[in-house]
């Protein structure tokens, strides 16, 4: 059997990582690896790597790059080495990125490609502003700005949908302005490398699928 692909995802808050992710999973079938959905597992069961995250978290500070790394780290190394994957929101600086490089390096399992969901500021705003979670099933809904909120109900099951204090306005400008300065650098990083491949990701889903699918060559 062929060596699976070993790729990131890569953009700012908001680009459809995990939409994507999810649509390249199925089609590749590799595994998809969201550090968002590794830390609320960790957080959510209590594991030695999820004590670790939260004594930060306790004490209002940030997670440290070990820990995150740690935490990532854990899970790419438990696939099986000709088994691919699928990084989304991880690395997020240069930093994580060049561990990462050492990590897989050891074990002749570098990135194939990196791929950089661009998407404009304001769609990203517009986005994010829109973003409502279900409470109950946790599936993700967007709500114009136009819309009541309040009003709407959860279309898998019909669950209280609510938006996390994340998509909030205030907190969203910040999430951007973090990644702006903090993680935009680790494209360099890529691109150096030549496994970055630039897609414009202000486009509906199933076209940015396409592009990625193209630079995926299938
Ligand atoms: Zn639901």
């Not at 590799?30 to 550090?35: G, K």
């Not at 209590?46 to 978290?57: H, S, V």
């Amino acid at each position: 059997m062929a060596q699976g692909l070993r790729l990131v995802l890569f953009g700012p808050p908001g680009a459809g990582k995990g939409t994507q992710a999810q649509l390249l999973r199925e089609h590749l079938n590799v595994a998809h690896i969201s550090s968002g959905d590794l830390f609320r597992h960790h957080l959510g069961q209590g594991t030695e790597l999820g004590l670790r995250a939260k004594e930060y978290m306790n004490k209002g500070e940030l997670i440290p790059d070990e820990v995150t790394i740690d935490i990532i780290l854990d899970k790419v190394m438990s696939i099986p080495n000709y088994d691919g994957f699928i990084l989304d929101g991880f690395p997020r600086n240069p930093n994580q990125a060049d561990v990462l490089e050492k990590k897989l390096s050891t074990e002749s399992r570098n990135l194939d490609k990196v791929i950089h969901i661009d998407v404009s500021e304001p769609e990203l705003l517009r986005r994010l502003g829109g973003r409502y979670i279900c409470r109950a099933c946790q599936s993700p809904h967007f709500i114009g700005s136009g819309e009541d909120a309040s009003a709407k109900k959860c279309d898998q099951c019909g669950g209280e949908l609510y938006q996390r204090d994340d998509d909030a306005p205030t907190a969203v400008k910040k999430r951007i302005e973090v990644y702006n300065t903090e993680t935009t650098p680790v494209l360099g990083f890529y691109r150096e490398r030549g496994v970055l491949v630039d897609i414009s990701g202000d486009n509906p889903v199933d076209e940015v699928n396409k592009l990625v699918m193209a630079a995926l060559g299938s």
